[in-house]
């Protein structure tokens, strides 16, 4: 299989992401520094080190934990010139930082040993946490309460830090019972919980079939491209494409589609702040659609992939809070402890943990998700299909079971949701594990990487954007993949790589639907492809709905000509 994770990445990207969202964070309480001491929270794993750094391997990550990053945190250190002293002890690269913004982020990170809240929340960074100022503020100074009531600063300020933005630690009577070290956690206690109510938000129905050819002459269908997380976006595509209701609210929103079939062809993912709420609009729809009669059908992207196994080198800050705030604080509650997130060693437990395979959303949401799904004579599919593809697999069908089957299993074992680490090194190697598992059982269809020609990653039809695509030999790719496929397949209709506008290539066979309308991408117009299905002995019809209510018919036979006028 491909290899995926950081053989996709770039040195320079992780090191630039490393540098964004890497910070120094003590242990979860109630593990004491001699046991645990310190973890990196970093949202940078490799294939093989579920947190390792661009600058170190998986041992010296741990050695640098162990003896150089525990003081830094402010672990035995009791007065600020000592804990000074074990800042500057600390390789900066082990952090994947220039010395000046490591020595500044963590020189105010240890503010927090200072006896004042009110100077300790002035002098920590929210950066130097990962955060946006609105996302710290609140939760540091939620922290100051405690003082107030007799419990010490610096403890419920750490246990706050360390449960993460926007969760508020119980600390005074409701702290830890000393006495009952690690306190009974089991799956059951999700499964009856909030966690399992707020899940069933997420459920998605599966389509009617993966190939859909025998529908009526005049059918319906509809599809859009990558949405990263903008939920504004996602409404106007929506509305352009004429199956929500203007008038209704992304919380409750109304399909007016009727028996239109829809197809996101995935990245619902990263590079925005309103992930889970695009997921809840959609799901919320294809519910409603399949009542009406119609269809909403959503498809795998990269980045749904890759938060699968634990990269989120895309992810937003704001879009990691809404995780927290949506599932984290669930679980937190739910299990009376947050020690389970231990077992992601600081990796965005709350985003991996609702991603995982065998996760939270695994039933719900990603087993009904797609790689690629026949309609009419169109083939939808994120980044492109070519014929080995589908010969890999034997058909659609077969493809997309071998996704549905590796995101419905746990590949690391069992979750340990008590916390039961003695060690920062049992602690990286709960992690690694949980990343090798999935990765190495993940399918070739979900696999590969930058550049990688998997279906979910591949730009031979799509790069460059607006133009003809560079490969040379894409025109033969498409037409082998198109009969490979089947059914009478006339095109391919992909996402993947942002264009400015609808267009199509290829003499008409690969149509691009990525806009880039995510303002984490580059605010593009939402624009959607409409398909009439023209039945037996009929043409289909292919328009490109404006937001305007414009409708730009496409003749396919000319559509070739297409990018050379955008």
Not at 39 to 52: I, K, L, Q, Y
Not at 215 to 229: K, M, N, Y
């Amino acid at each position: 299989m491909t290899a995926l994770l950081l053989a996709s990445t770039t040195r320079t990207a992780v090191a630039r992401s490393a540098t964004r969202r890497c910070t120094v964070r003590p242990p979860l309480a109630p593990v004491s520094s001699s046991s645990l001491g310190a973890f990196v929270h970093c949202s940078v794993p490799t294939a093989g080190a579920a947190f390792s750094t661009a600058a170190a391997s998986a041992a010296e990550a741990q050695a640098h934990v162990s003896a150089r990053v525990a003081p830094s945190a402010g672990i035995n250190i009791n007065t600020p010139a000592a804990a000074a002293a074990a800042v500057n002890s600390v390789r900066p690269s082990a952090f994947g930082l220039h010395p000046r913004q490591y020595r500044t982020r963590a020189l105010r990170a240890t503010g927090i040993s200072s006896n004042t809240p009110a100077a300790a929340v002035n002098a920590v960074r929210p950066s130097a946490f990962g955060l946006h100022p609105r996302q710290y503020r609140p939760r540091a100074l939620r922290a100051r309460q405690f003082s107030a009531g007799g419990n010490n600063w610096n403890d419920a300020h750490e246990a706050d830090v360390a449960a993460g933005p926007g969760v508020q630690v119980e600390h005074g009577e409701q702290e830890w019972n000393k006495e009952d070290k690690y306190p009974t956690l089991t799956r059951a206690a999700l499964s009856n919980s909030e966690v399992s109510s707020r899940a069933s938000l997420y459920t998605l129905p599966p389509p009617a079939a993966d190939v859909m050819t025998d529908l009526e002459a005049g059918r319906r269908i509809v599809t859009f491209g990558d949405v990263h997380g903008d939920i504004d976006a996602l409404k106007n595509f929506l509305v352009t494409a004429q199956i929500m209701d203007e008038s209704s609210s992304v919380e409750e929103p109304v399909w007016s589609g009727g028996d239109t079939i829809c197809v996101q062809v995935g990245d619902i993912l990263d590079r925005g702040d309103d992930e889970l709420a695009c997921f809840r609009l959609l799901t919320s729809l294809s519910r409603q659609a399949r009542e009406a009669g119609g269809e909403l059908i959503m498809l795998y992207g990269n980045h749904e992939a890759l938060n699968c196994v634990g990269l989120f080198q895309y992810a937003n800050p704001g879009g990691n809070y809404e995780f927290e705030h949506e599932v984290g604080v669930s679980i937190d509650s739910a299990l009376g402890s947050n020690r389970w997130r231990l077992m992601y060693a600081g990796n965005q437990p709350s985003r991996w943990a609702a991603f995982e395979p065998g996760g939270l959303l695994a039933e719900n949401l990603l087993a009904n998700m797609k790689v690629a799904v026949v309609v009419g004579r169109t083939v939808f599919v994120h980044a492109g299909l070519t014929a080995s593809h589908v010969k890999e697999y034997g058909s659609i069908e077969t493809m997309n079971q071998a996704a549905a089957d590796w995101v419905l299993h746990q590949h690391h074992g069992e979750n340990d949701y008590e916390g039961h680490y003695d060690t920062v090194a049992q602690v990286v190697e709960s992690a690694q594990k949980r990343a090798r598992g999935a990765t190495k059982k993940m399918p070739n269809c979900l696999g590969g990487g930058s550049g990688e020609g998997s279906p979910v990653w591949m730009r031979d039809y799509s790069s460059p954007n607006d133009g003809v695509p560079k490969s040379p030999k894409a025109q033969q790719l498409i037409d082998e993949a198109l009969e490979e496929v089947g059914y009478g397949v006339q095109r391919m209709v992909m996402g993947h790589t942002p264009q400015h506008r609808i267009n199509a290539a290829l003499k008409g066979r690969a149509w691009r639907v990525d806009v880039g309308a995510s303002r984490g991408v580059m605010a593009g117009q939402p624009e959607v492809l409409e398909i009439i299905h023209g039945g037996d002995g009929e043409d289909d019809i292919v328009n490109i709905l404006t937001m305007s209510g414009e409708k730009v018919a496409s003749s396919e036979d000319k559509s070739s000509s297409l990018s050379s006028k955008l």
